[in-house]
């Protein structure tokens, strides 16, 4: 069949696309110092034929010679520390310092190219930095990456170092100077004295006391003079947690964006340097990068908003070359380990009869649901339309939860299959479940059985949403009167409640899975979660043993520092091999290392099985990037497990939209985000497009079904002259059926309840 001129530029075929999405790295500006990285480098195609631009810093003159020729920083990340602190000597027609960013893949060592970077100004005298990132237990790689370049300078571990190190006459001398450590939810939060966090950086930076007692407007002046002069180091590690910013909307956008914002316009003059392998996943999430020159004076484009409206009329191509732009322009690198070991599975739960059971029968509920909560809003003259808001959003999540739990026999036979033939298994998830306990009050002690949080999630749904009462007016509300009760709606939530009570839906994923592979001592869990379910164990001399009981425990003692290091302490345990089964949501997929390292005692090679994929194509990414990176003996294996039931491709397809125009921005090509292709299961596409079109041709024209000149419409109309088109049709029979549903609902309740 051939395509019109229009079609063929739409799906792309006027034009010949190369096969290859990545190229062997080889480093140019560097090669004649330092060694070669050492794991398999590669560079998206598009990306590696644009040069870099000549660089004449004297980088060489701040390293030792021992770094560069033993091989402390390869010549990589050499070539990372050299065109950002290339960049850092420019000054934007803005008046403020431009930014560099490194988009290198996960895994390629970003963390030593920030100690590179920060060793760099410290020789040049520049002795106060601030490193900010996700949480604080990559403060424990940062002092790793400092100390194997030799920079024994002091690394101040959070705000809350700086209010223990403050004396009477101001800070110890350890704490004046050095790099301090920052989570980005502690830059947001509050401190001492009234004072915030921010505050109390910036006093930090200009050399003060961060506790002394407010000096009036000269001191503020005097702090906010010395935060513009600051010329030091200002890392955005993990940058990707500031993307949410929608300029004109503030309050829509999350504190931390805000934050980040606001600290890059009190420092003008400071050296900032975006890290991230997942830096932009969407162009509306560039809004934090205001020091790489895109928008402001003397660009094409006034400032943000008219940026991203011109990103977003000319498509995904046009991302590509602005990635392509940058690094020309040496202000941004982005190089990544190649996936070319590394192998990728999908993998299809199937669907057996009693899980399509579970799964009919949690429709069957969520349908009757609906219907009661229209009849029960009718009833009680409530028009608030935010409960229909709440309705879909506990739906949505409730089927997330329980297409988690269908393929679950699925990824434990996988795990075990894995480990029988001694590999490691690391389970990628998001969620965690445990709003189900926390709603449930859950304390440390036996339970009936394991806790479902589908089942939590629509109990505490109907509780609290469901109406049963009249609205009271604020006169009787404030004169202590109990709301009139509506005996119908009563009856229909204790109804509907006791139905969910006899739904067969799945236990925590997490819990289970823990169950089946071998309790807590087998499993190493890296979660933000306080406590989980689980069958007790005693020891009986050297042995433990299962008691059967199902309790629930802390997983560490409360009102401790336990739970700080908590994550750090399982991620050893199974890199010594102690646990060959590692846990990880969404709080441990960012910078921590999970892969079969050289250095490890654990160097068994990994199955990294995905049972649950989240929205933001970035923490996907990250999450990847946990078992594949530098230094390793071997590649994991990727295992992707989807089920059949048709309501996860809708997930799918959402994170493979997002992927594409994540390789686009910080790959220079749309196939370049993972070497996982989730390409097929994208909806939003021009043949999905042209799909969905088709599927509408077919209802309103002609079809080789219908006699010649006959019209789906224009039959509908002859059999239901009353509807003048099919949609009316469609709506006037949806009223219709929850008409009848009202009635046999309100016949039923009539009957049951009492005169």
């Known amino acids: 069949m051939a395509l019109a001129a229009g079609d063929a530029e739409d799906f792309g075929t006027g034009e010949a696309v190369s096969k290859q999405i990545f190229t062997p790295y080889v480093c140019k500006s560097t090669a004649a110092r330092g060694k070669s990285h050492a794991g398999d480098i590669a560079e998206a195609s598009s990306l590696s034929a644009i040069p870099l631009p000549p660089s004449d810093y004297p980088l060489w003159n701040a390293f030792p010679e021992a770094i560069v020729q033993q091989g402390k920083l390869s010549q990589l990340q050499l070539e990372g520390v050299l065109y950002a602190c290339t960049r850092h000597q420019q000054i934007l027609p803005s008046g403020e310092r431009a930014g560099f960013f ?77 790099v301090l450590f920052l989570t980005y ?43 513009r002069a600051w010329d030091g180091l200002l890392v955005f590690d993990e940058c990707h947690k500031a993307k949410n910013f929608t300029p004109g909307k503030e309050a829509q956008s999350t504190k931390v964006a805000s934050a980040v914002i606001e600290i890059q316009a009190l420092l003008p003059n400071a050296r900032v340097l975006y890290c991230s392998a997942t830096g932009v996943s969407e162009v509306a999430n560039m809004a934090y990068m205001a020091r790489m020159g895109l ?113 679950l026999d699925t990824v434990i036979a996988e795990a075990k299959a894995a480990l029988a ?24 002690g036996p339970l009936p059985g394991f806790v479902s949080p589908c089942k939590e999630l629509l109990v505490r749904f109907i509780q609290q949403h469901f109406p049963i009462h009249h609205p009271q007016a604020p006169e009787a509300a404030a004169m202590g009167l109990p709301p009139e009760a509506i005996p119908a709606c009563q009856q229909m939530r204790q109804q509907l409640l006791a139905q969910v009570t006899t739904l067969d839906l799945p236990p925590n994923f997490l819990d289970q899975l ?188 002609e079809s080789p079904q219908l006699p010649s000149g006959v019209t789906l419409s224009a039959l509908l109309k002859d059999l239901f002259p009353q509807f003048t088109d099919s949609e009316d049709m469609a709506a006037a029979e949806g009223e219709q059926q929850r008409q009848q549903q009202r009635e046999i609902t309100l016949q039923l309740l009539q009957q049951n309840l009492p005169a």
């Not at 910036?202 to 000269?218: F, K, Q």
């Not at 029960?376 to 939860?401: C, E, I, T």
């Open 185 to 227: 939810s502690t830059l947001i939060s509050a401190g001492r004295a009234g004072k915030s966090r921010m505050d109390q950086v910036l006093e930090w930076l200009a050399g003060g006391s961060s506790n002394a007692a407010a000096g009036g407007a000269a001191a503020a002046a005097n702090i906010a003079a010395a935060a």
């Open 421 to 444: 033939s001694g590999m490691c298994v690391v389970i990628g998830l998001q969620s965690t479940g445990e709003a189900a306990a926390d709603a449930m009050g859950l304390e440390p």
């Open 295 to 407: 928008w402001g004076p003397a660009s094409p484009f006034v400032d943000f908003s008219a940026f991203l409206e011109s990103m977003k009329k000319r498509g995904v191509s046009f991302m590509e070359l602005l990635a392509m732009e940058m690094k020309a322009a040496g202000r941004y690198v982005a190089r990544g380990l190649s996936f070319r070991q590394a192998e990728f599975l999908e993998v299809e739960a199937p669907l057996v009869p009693d899980k399509v059971a579970q799964y009919d029968a949690a429709v069957a509920l969520w349908q009757q649901l609906r219907v009661q909560l229209e009849l029960a809003l009718q009833l009680a003259g409530n028009s608030n339309r935010d409960v229909w808001k709440m309705f879909w959003a506990a739906q949505q999540r409730f089927f997330k939860l329980l297409c988690i739990g269908l393929k």
């Open 102 to 178: 490194i988009g290198d893949g996960a895994g390629v060592g970003k963390g030593r190219q920030i100690a590179g970077v920060i060793l760099d100004n410290y020789a040049r005298g520049r002795r106060r930095h601030i490193w900010l990132s996700t949480s604080s237990d990559l403060h424990v790689d940062a002092a790793r990456d400092l100390r194997d370049l030799g920079a024994y300078m002091p690394l101040i571990n959070g705000c809350a170092m700086l209010d223990k190190g403050t004396r009477a006459l101001g800070l110890d001398r350890e704490l004046q100077e050095g």
């Open 514 to 701: 823990i169950d089946e592979l071998g309790g807590p001592a087998s499993v190493a869990e890296m979660t933000g979660r306080k406590g989980r379910v689980v069958r007790e164990q005693r020891r009986v001399g050297h042995i433990i043993r299962c008691t059967g009981r199902v309790v629930y425990e802390l997983r560490a003692k409360p009102d401790s520092s336990e739970m700080d290091s908590l994550n750090v302490t399982e991620r050893e345990a199974f890199l010594a091999g102690t646990k060959r089964v590692a846990l990880i949501s969404d709080a441990a997929s960012t910078g921590i290392s999970l892969h079969a390292a050289a250095t490890a005692v654990n160097q068994a090679r990994r199955l990294h099985l995905t049972i649950e994929l989240p929205w933001s194509a970035d923490k996907a990414i990250q999450q990847l990037g946990r078992s594949h990176r530098t230094n390793q003996v071997c590649a994991p294996l990727y295992k992707l497990v989807v089920s059949a039931a048709g309501g996860e491709r809708r997930f799918a397809a959402a994170v493979a939209r997002r992927l594409q125009s994540l390789g686009a921005l910080t790959r220079g090509d749309r196939r370049a985000a993972a070497g996982i292709d989730l390409s097929e299961s994208n909806f939003d596409s021009p043949w999905g497009r042209k799909s969905l079109r088709k599927m509408y041709d077919h209802i309103v024209t």
